[in-house]
């Protein structure tokens, strides 16, 4: 079945680099793209931004200037950066396959049928 | 960006009875060239991920129990959950990915 993993460091410092790793097992990376999302503790969800097997990136403009999505499709791994991090950048990290085919083949995306377990991120000095 | 508003933020529901969350966006999700609406519900049990229920605003993604439906159109959406189990207390999300940056309402919370 389709699992997917974050992995990365629990606390970041402020001002430093966030950097988190999606193991992908149980479906291939290529043709879907995918996602991060995040969740402050004891709120809801954002969107942080999403990237296609062709490289191709789209981020959230609240978060673009200092996001990085990237995608090794060897090691079936996709990765984020989030720059100059502040205590608000405090939360649980899910990645998230998105999108699906149809029965003519067909890929929609903007849907998250598996997610990760999340890792949280706190950053604290 | 699309804003999702859900209401109401909390619901309490006998086992049994019908559980009604209602979702707004700020401009209409419906494509006029197949008339599907690009809007989605999710479930989150506490100390979970979130889990797809429904996609294009009334579709059940596969393994979802019936007693879960979806509708609405436009800007209007509402989730129901008929017969309501306790297995079914979590926070509610709606979400719509007509455009990026793909948007989420902010939560609500049924509660037995």
């Known amino acids: 079945q389709v699992q997917l993993q974050e992995s990365g460091p629990g606390l970041v410092k402020p001002s430093e680099t966030l950097s988190l790793t999606c193991s992908v097992s149980g479906s291939s990376i290529n043709n879907y793209y995918w996602s991060w999302i995040r969740q402050p503790p004891g709120k809801g969800l954002e969107w942080i931004g999403h990237?296609?097997?062709?490289?191709?990136?789209n981020y959230n403009p609240s978060l673009k200037s200092r996001v990085t999505i990237s995608l090794d499709t060897s090691k079936k791994h996709c990765s984020l950066k989030l720059s100059s991090v502040t205590a608000a950048d405090t939360a649980v990290y899910y990645c998230a396959r998105e999108g699906y085919y149809d029965s003519s083949a067909y890929y929609f995306s903007g849907t998250f049928d598996y997610w990760g377990r999340g890792t949280l991120v706190t950053v604290s000095s | 960006d699309i804003v999702m508003t859900q209401s109401p933020d909390s619901l309490a529901v006998s086992l049994g009875e019908r559980a009604t969350i209602n979702c707004k966006s700020s401009q209409s999700v419906s494509h006029s060239s197949n008339n599907k609406n690009s809007l989605a519900w999710y479930q989150q049990k506490l100390g979970q991920p979130p889990k797809l229920l429904i996609y294009w605003a009334s579709t059940r993604e596969y393994g979802v129990p019936d007693r879960f439906s979806a509708s609405g159109s436009g800007t209007d959406f509402t989730l129901t959950i008929n017969g309501l189990q306790a297995e079914d207390v979590a926070v509610y999300y709606c979400?719509?990915?007509?455009?990026?940056?793909?948007?989420f309402g902010q939560g609500t919370n049924v509660e037995i």
């Open positions: 979400q719509q990915y007509y455009n990026t940056p793909w948007t």
């Open positions: 990237i296609y097997d062709s490289g191709t990136t």
